[in-house]
């Protein structure tokens, strides 16, 4: 790969470069000693507030702060945010009176007020510390499932509720929301109409029947055993008790258990206040709603009196199950059948819409507490023993191939809703009313379905991000990080058993770095004999496809790295297993010897950093930088972030790097500068506004040698 010729035409540095601030007070940026800041000032505030003052100009866009939650995931209504937002707005709008160009910028002083109340959220947010944290990237995902679900237009809305047996377009309906543990937020379709939740009530009740009597009584008149058969099935367990929560009976059941103790002491007819008995249903009902409030982050449910007055028309079912469990005394004492299957029914009828429901569902993934308002609704342990039982029953006669191939504690209701659960991650509402013969929504399936085909959301899908599967819980490029240059790192320091076990997890031997540097690279320039041994057997192995020869940014083979480095047992091995060399323009390593020293080697965050330069991604970028992680670390081969965004051309990342105050002129393994690889790659006002800024190169690429390519004496420098 011969290196790119500097052109001689003098480029214009765009208005980009020349909005760098370079002020000597502040060339230190976010990433020196803490002596170089602000005095009296709190240096995480202030971490913050420079990661995001992309050019240095000691203020902050508006539009950058807001950008920040939007590319998280937080909506701007998000009650938490709405203090620390609305504050900023008005102090910009007062400004905005005063001069034009203020209105675009925040100053350290209104930014430090502005966060201080809501710091923690907010500086997980700027640092993309979410439990989804390339929370774009996940939403992509989303809506192309969503599109391909949106084709399936099998089966029928439920008839036996005349009210739900919806016609036309609405039975077309479609809409999905997702709420992360984080109130991370996406909705996409009819998220926004309202349904009845039906038998997604089931958990919820359980839930309030487990905080009220504790598992062990709620358990004396409930089983938790899945029945196998439909959901209203006149079935019970050989204890003559409903077989679980999850199916009609057992929420028949879990509903005359919510309020019982209250009425049992109530004395009939008195009138002093709240022990009067009569109102008890009133404020049972009451009672529940604020429950489902609170699980919808203090907004409202609604209630559906026409669903409620339809199915308690056509509830011949119920009725008779009800009957059935007063025949076999299944019930406690002091329970009315007629007024608790009306209490049930009234459960049925609550209306949620998607993006309410998929709060509920992620206040059970986080543990009973309410993520978008902080607020415990239900204690840990009601909402483990919820989980369990939605996890093994709660997709009616479904639910073991459910727990099979999706493997996540869910619920549905005939309306067409499906409300699932990613413990510690997210909580999901997908509501479709055409219903397959188990009742269960048909795209509410094929949707989860395809979620877990895509990512790792099984709950036994393995957590170590190597299979096929996404993980959403760790960005794409932590991912690459901890699979290539761990590997490569391993490599360098022949590290063979940490070789080995990433090659069992189905990492690439023949993974490559952003400068295309693969583990046999840096094994060879490192003289890390047993590990070359180990990739030329790897080599020969029938099989196995692993190049000896492959070719890194320079167009050098791993037989290269020995020579420059001068490693000669190393180039007979290599070469005696048939490696050969490339044509790889390095430079002189001995130019490096002093500064190269310098290099601050970090790692794993290093590799992201390096990473994120290499693509471009100015966002990620600034979260490292907002993690206080210095901009100048380096690599194995003392290449920093600043040589990536350079030979990549990624200007942006090169001016966010300077105003940054990270030296221009770091050397890598071969006394490259940023500027060489600018140069190199053509890539002129990257190398112009390095020029600007101090930047340097050993050498022009015009007389770029290549180094200690004779072999002979590549050998005698090794015997020396
Ligand atoms: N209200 C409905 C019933 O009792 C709830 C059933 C369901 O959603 N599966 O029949």
């Not at 008839?159 to 937020?185: E, H, K, T, V, W």
Request: hydrophobic residues 40%; charged residues 25%.
């Amino acid at each position: 790969m011969p290196g790119r010729r500097e052109q001689n035409t003098p480029r214009v540095a765009s208005s980009l470069a020349s909005a760098i601030s370079a002020s000597p007070d502040v060339r230190n940026g976010g990433h020196a000693s803490a002596d170089a800041w602000p005095i009296g000032v709190d240096l995480r505030e202030e971490r913050l507030f420079r990661a995001l003052d992309d050019d240095n100009d000691q203020a902050v866009r508006l539009r950058d702060f807001e950008r920040v939650f939007a590319e998280v995931g937080l909506k701007s209504h998000d009650k938490r945010l709405h203090d620390s937002l609305g504050l900023l707005k008005h102090r910009i709008e007062t400004a905005r009176q005063v001069t034009d160009e203020i209105t675009l910028k925040i100053s350290r002083t209104d930014f430090y007020q502005a966060i201080r109340h809501n710091i923690l959220l907010i500086e997980r947010a700027v640092q993309g510390r979410m439990v989804i944290p390339d929370f774009q990237g996940f939403a992509n995902e989303l809506e192309r499932i969503f599109e391909q679900v949106r084709q399936n237009k099998a089966g029928a809305p439920a008839d036996y509720i005349p009210q739900l047996n919806l016609q036309g377009a609405a039975a077309d309906s479609f809409g999905m929301a997702l709420c992360s543990i984080d109130g991370q937020r996406l909705s996409l379709g009819d998220a926004k109409e309202f349904f009845s939740v039906q038998s997604t009530s089931k958990p919820i009740s359980y839930c309030i029947a487990l905080e009220e009597h504790g598992a062990e009584t709620v358990h004396r008149f409930v089983g938790r055993e899945p029945s196998g058969a439909g959901f209203n099935e006149i079935a019970l367990d050989k204890a003559d008790r409903p077989h679980n929560p999850m199916i009609n009976a057992g929420a028949i059941m879990t509903c005359a258990l919510i309020g019982l103790g209250d009425k049992e002491t109530l004395s009939p007819g008195s009138h002093d206040g709240l022990a009067d008995a009569r109102g008890w249903s009133g404020r049972r009902f009451d009672n529940v709603m604020k429950r489902w409030a609170k699980l919808c982050g203090n907004d409202l449910p609604r209630f559906s009196t026409s669903v409620f007055l339809s199915e308690r028309e056509t509830a011949d079912r119920n009725y008779a199950l009800a009957y059935f469990m007063r025949e076999k005394n299944a019930f406690p004492n002091n329970v009315d059948i007629h007024d608790v299957l009306e209490f049930y029914m009234q459960c049925c009828a609550i209306e949620l819409n998607c993006e309410l429901m998929s709060i509920v569902a992620a206040t059970l993934a986080n543990g009973g507490i309410c993520p978008v308002t902080g607020e415990r609704v239900f204690r840990t342990e009601t909402v483990r023993n919820c989980l369990s039982l939605m996890s093994s029953c709660g997709m009616y006669d479904f639910s073991g191939e459910f727990a099979f191939t999706i493997g996540l504690p869910a619920k549905s209701g005939v309306s067409g809703a499906v409300m699932v659960v990613v413990p510690n991650v997210a909580g999901f509402c997908i509501w479709s009313p055409r219903l397959d013969e188990l009742g269960n929504s048909v795209r509410g399936i094929d949707f989860c379905q395809r979620l877990v085909n895509a990512f790792n959301f099984h709950s036994l899908d393995d957590l170590s991000w190597h299979s096929s599967k996404k993980d959403p819980r760790m960005n794409p490029i932590q991912v690459k990080a901890r699979q290539v240059n761990e590997l490569i790192w391993a490599a360098s320091k022949g590290d063979l058993g940490a070789i080995q076990s990433q090659l069992q997890r189905d990492v690439d031997a023949a993974c490559a770095d952003y400068d295309l540097r693969t583990p046999l690279h840096l094994a060879a320039a490192e003289d890390q004999r047993h590990v070359v041994q180990f990739f030329i057997d790897e080599a020969t192995h029938q099989g196995r496809n692993l190049d000896l020869n492959p070719k890194d940014r320079w167009g050098g083979t791993p037989l290269d790295d020995a020579y420059l480095q001068g490693h000669a047992s190393l180039i007979e091995l290599l070469e005696k297993a048939g490696a050969i060399r490339g044509d790889g323009t390095y430079g002189n390593s001995d130019d490096a010897a002093g500064a190269k020293a310098q290099a601050l080697l970090d790692s794993p965050k290093t590799d992201e950093l390096i990473w994120a330069a290499s693509l471009g991604d100015i966002v990620a970028v600034r979260r490292l930088a907002a993690q206080g992680i210095p901009l100048e670390t380096a690599d194995y081969d003392y290449r920093t972030a600043l040589h990536l965004a350079a030979a990549e051309g990624h200007l942006e990342v090169v001016c966010y790097i300077i105003a940054h105050g990270v030296p221009v002129n770091p050397t890598d393994r071969w006394g490259n500068t940023p500027l060489n690889d600018a140069i190199r790659h053509g890539h002129d006002e990257v190398a112009e506004v390095l020029r600007t800024h101090g930047g340097a190169c050993r050498e022009e690429e015009t007389s770029m040698m290549r180094a200690k390519t004779d072999p002979a004496e590549a050998r005698m420098a090794a015997e020396r």
